[in-house]
Every structure is written in C-alpha cells, then in structure tokens.
C-alpha cells in the first residue's frame, strides 16, 4: 500500500508558475501509475494529469494542455506538476493519486490511494 503526500502549493498571482510535488512511500513506485487531480470550491474533483509507471504516456485535461507538465522520479519516489501561466481558475485544492497498474488512467475511480491535497489559489 502506497502513502502519498503533497506539497508545493500556495498563493500565487495569475500568470504565475509554480511546481507541485508527491512523495510515495510504502510500495514499489514503479508499480504505480500516477495522477494529478483538482477540487475548487463548491465543485466536483477534476482530472488534471496522467502518467504511466515509466513515465513515457502522459495524458491531460484539454484545459490545461500546454501549461501544465507532468513527470515522476522513480529513483526519489517523487511525482511532480510543473504549472505555468497560473489562471484564477486553476485555483483548487490538488490531489495526487495512485493505481497498481501498468497504463494511465483519466477516471478517479481508477485510482486507489490518494494523498491530502495541496491548496493553489491563483489571485487575478
């Protein structure tokens, strides 16, 4: 079982980059498909993000295709989300998770472990 935990959120102007990490521990994180999702005020949790084991699929949302990057250091068992060109409404609470599995996953409900989340909130 994997324990993941967040970190690197903030409050940030519009414009503006910043660079959000997960830590695994407790499994083989090359076992482990990742994703990055987000949850704003009053709304449902979004996908963001995808990415295989190895690192070399990656998929994102249309909204934030070009702005956002997603990567893993499997040596440090480190997930990353490189943001940039921040919008007020990328303002979110962020949410790394985990998949024992070998593709990448859009759904949550493909995802079995999640960490605590991460706030960004992007001042216009």
């Known amino acids: 079982q994997v324990q993941l935990v967040e970190s690197g959120g903030g409050l940030v102007q519009a414009g503006g980059s910043l660079r959000l990490s997960c830590a695994a521990s407790g499994g083989t994180f090359t076992n482990y498909a990742m994703g990055w999702f987000r949850q704003a005020p009053g709304k449902e949790r979004q996908f963001v993000a995808a990415?295989?084991?190895?690192?070399?699929?990656?998929y994102y949302a249309d909204s934030v295709k070009g702005r956002f990057t997603i990567s893993r250091d499997n040596a440090k068992n480190m997930l990353y989300l490189q943001i940039h060109s921040l919008k007020p409404e990328d303002t979110a609470l962020y949410y790394c998770?985990?998949?024992?599995?070998?593709?990448?996953?859009?759904?949550?409900?493909?995802?079995?472990?999640w960490g605590q989340g991460t706030q960004v909130t992007v001042s216009s």
């Open positions: 990415l295989s084991w190895s690192g070399a699929s990656t």
């Open positions: 998770a985990a998949v024992n599995s070998g593709g990448f996953f859009t759904s949550e409900a493909s995802y079995d472990y």
